[in-house]
């Protein structure tokens, strides 16, 4: 059974950067698309981006397109968001969460999920 574990998240002051980690349990994690998503206070769990398994294609969020980047190491069984000139808006718990029915942006796709890292953007 697969475990992820995310880190990497704190507070930041607007503008500032973060790396976010996901550490992948288990065997075949190269065979598996994966993705983050991020669910801010009364808001519903959205989409952020999504990398497929060689690392060669990625997908991204509106929201965050040219901001954060998507990136994995198959070697090391983890998966990174780099989040570079963050906004307030980027407040939120993120999850990182592998999925089972190729790679995008639905929710539908990722069985497995991390227990999310709080990320905090102050203005």
């Known amino acids: 059974q697969v475990q992820l574990v995310e880190s990497g998240g704190g507070l930041v002051q607007a503008g500032g950067s973060l790396r976010l980690s996901c550490a992948a349990s288990g065997r075949s994690f190269s065979n598996y698309a994966m993705g983050w998503f991020r669910q801010a206070p009364g808001k519903e769990r959205e989409f952020v981006a999504s990398?497929?398994?060689?690392?060669?294609?990625?997908l991204y969020a509106d929201s965050v397109k040219g901001r954060f980047t998507i990136s994995r190491d198959n070697a090391k069984n983890a998966l990174y968001l780099q989040m570079n000139s963050l906004k307030p808006e980027d407040t939120a718990v993120y999850y990182c969460?592998?999925?089972?029915?190729?790679?995008?942006?639905?929710?539908?796709?990722?069985?497995?999920w991390g227990q999310g890292t709080q990320v905090t953007v102050s203005s």
């Open positions: 969460a592998r999925s089972t029915a190729n790679w995008g942006a639905d929710a539908w796709r990722y069985a497995n």
């Open positions: 990398i497929n398994w060689s690392g060669g294609s990625t």
